[in-house]
């Protein structure tokens, strides 16, 4: 069986397609995302796509345009960074909820016969 030769330049087109796909999709449902649990799902998938797409850039340097390849990068490493900060407010802003819903305790509803009428 032969093995087939592709060209790195198809071999990169798919892949950077692929993965602006991916990313363009956790976009959509970060933007839907109803719970702090979906958002912070939804962002780490932005990142990975992001670094995803980085991996790429920085494997495929030799085949790309410099002046565009070296502008993107840091640009990805920002979006990367930002969404890092993202997850890890999520996940401070749940432990705080979880924190403060502990504190105020269950809510006992006062007993029917404990309520006074209002005053006339």
Known sequence: MAQQHHDPADVLARHLRERATEFLRALRLHRGA???????EAARALRRAARRISAGLYTYQPLLDP????????ELAWVSGTLSQEDACTTRLTRLLEA???????ATPTPPAARRPPMS
């Open 100 to 106: 403060l819903h502990r504190l105020s305790g269950p």
């Open 67 to 74: 002046a565009w390849s070296q502008t993107l990068g840091p």
């Open 34 to 40: 109803a719970t702090p649990e979906e958002s912070a």
